[in-house]
């Protein structure tokens, strides 16, 4: 069973990241399939922070082969920059390995995404910043460079120069910005190449490789189910496919290569950026949440908008990407209050919502119908066995699980990689022997 896709099911920053890494021990390789470095991804080992955003999160562990795969858009500066901080602590880089189908984010990309994002105002996404819109656009404008054209710089050349004169009018005579040239690009991309190129390869072949071989291969994904293009809250959205569907497209294997689907659900729920969220607390107990559980964005800094538990969302996120397990995180933050809500439904207009609502005016305007639970009120950032939660505590990851229609496997107490709590007896097989 060698195919796992981890998954967020809400918003991003669920903790892939944790959850990727802990699994990762036992397994041969982790995918990045879509995004790019507008991801921040954190794996706390032993108090030690490690901040990844384009590196899969087995990058810790030496004999995992780490695949950037097709379906990402790299920035090659941040790729290296990351790598380069990596080696400075001691981590090896070498099991890096990077698509010649990924595209590349250029320098033009990061000044459009910023230009069109201040000319929405109001209306602005609230994107990172990070270029990844505009340089999915290309791809599939077809006017994209990918990594492997740089390879041959007579190609990469000739496409630069076509898109550059394209993308120079639009900042020139639209945005009032000064023209890139071309030249100081190629120089640059050229010193990339130099220090990339041993890591470049035909990464559909090595990962269908990994898997005729029946090596587990985790495929590890960025942002959310609500932030997929198609299926998120558009246009408050990313622009590529994170769920468990994108998987195939983005890393090039067959439906039939994917056995396991793991959600990565936050016990509450989070949002960057603009963009409806029905649950959003503005309160004492959003803010609570935010600095309890350090709600701030691990890639631009900014507060994470916090609320309650969305339960449309994830039953939502079950359908659409098959989950065969959840991961629960951040358990812990939930022992600051006396009382849980989760929301059960959306009330728009007199009409009473129990499933994801079929229009973003009901997600925008639909008011969240409640649930309460008690809460256990005590640090569970020790518990390792699920035995030793305390009832409310159960009777919460129950309903979870009750909504979800999907069991929890994994509980996350705490960002550290031992605090988690392995649910003994329902675990799927690949699960089990991890960490016994
Ligand atoms: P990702 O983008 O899904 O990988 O998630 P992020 O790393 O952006 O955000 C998750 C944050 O929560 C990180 O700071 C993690 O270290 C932290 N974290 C992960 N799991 C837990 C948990 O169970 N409890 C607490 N308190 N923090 C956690
Ligand atoms: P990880 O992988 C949370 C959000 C941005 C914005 C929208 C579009 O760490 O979970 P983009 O720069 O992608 O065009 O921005 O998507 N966003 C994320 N939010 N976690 C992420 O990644 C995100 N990546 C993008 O805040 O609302
Ligand atoms: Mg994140």
């Known amino acids: 069973m060698p195919g796992i896709v981890v998954v967020g099911a809400q918003w991003g920053d669920e903790g892939k990241g944790k959850v990727t890494d802990l699994l990762a021990h036992r397994v041969d390789a982790v995918v990045r399939y879509q995004g790019g470095n507008n991801a921040g991804h954190t794996v706390v080992v032993k108090g030690e922070e490690y901040k990844l955003h384009l590196i899969p999160s087995g990058i810790l562990y030496p004999h995992i082969l ?57 209306a602005r996404i609230g994107t990172t910043h990070k270029g990844i819109g505009p340089a999915y656009a290309d791809k599939a404008s077809r006017v994209g460079l990918r990594v492997q054209d740089m390879l041959d710089w007579k190609i990469f050349e000739l496409k630069l120069e076509q898109t550059l004169k394209f993308k120079n009018e639009i900042l020139t005579r639209i945005y009032d910005q000064p023209p890139l040239d071309s030249q100081e690009i190629m120089d640059k991309y050229q010193g990339y190449a130099q220090r990339l190129k041993e890591y470049i390869v035909d990464t559909t072949v090595l990962i269908n490789d990994l898997l005729d071989r029946n090596r587990k291969v985790i495929f590890e994904g960025a942002q959310g189910t609500m932030l997929d293009l198609d299926h998120g809250t558009y ?64 890639t631009t800094g900014r507060e994470r908008r916090c609320g309650w538990y969305d339960s449309l969302i994830v039953q939502y996120a079950a359908v659409l990407n098959g989950f065969t397990s959840l991961a629960l995180t951040k358990l812990d933050v939930l022992s600051q209050f006396d009382q849980l809500k989760i929301c059960v439904g959306y009330e728009h207009e007199n009409k009473i919502y129990r499933q994801f609502p079929p229009h973003q005016t009901i997600i925008h305007k639909g008011r969240p119908l409640y649930e309460t639970l008690p809460g256990w009120r005590k640090d569970i950032s020790h518990v390792r066995n699920y035995a030793e939660l305390s009832p409310e505590a159960k009777a919460y990851v129950a309903r979870i699980e009750e909504l979800a229609e999907v069991p929890v496997d994994i509980i996350s107490v705490g960002p550290n990689r031992n605090q988690t709590i392995m649910v003994e007896g329902r675990f799927k097989s690949y699960i089990s022997g991890l960490y016994a």
């Open 66 to 122: 780490c695949i950037i795969a097709n379906g990402v858009v790299v920035n090659l500066e941040v790729l290296l920059k990351e790598m380069d901080d990596l080696s400075k602590r001691g981590i090896d880089v070498s099991t890096i390995r990077l698509s010649g189908n990924a595209h590349l984010i250029m320098p033009y990309h990061l000044i459009l995404d910023s230009m069109a994002e201040y000319h929405l105002g109001k």
């Open 235 to 298: 246009p408050f959205v990313t622009s590529s496919s994170p769920v468990s569907g994108g998987v195939c497209v983005g890393a090039g294997i067959s439906p039939s290569r994917i056995d396991e689907v793991i959600g990565i659900v936050k016990a509450y729920t989070t949002r960057v950026g603009e963009g409806p969220f029905p649950t959003e607390l503005t309160d004492e107990t959003g803010k609570i949440m935010r600095e309890v559980g350090r709600e701030y964005g691990t």
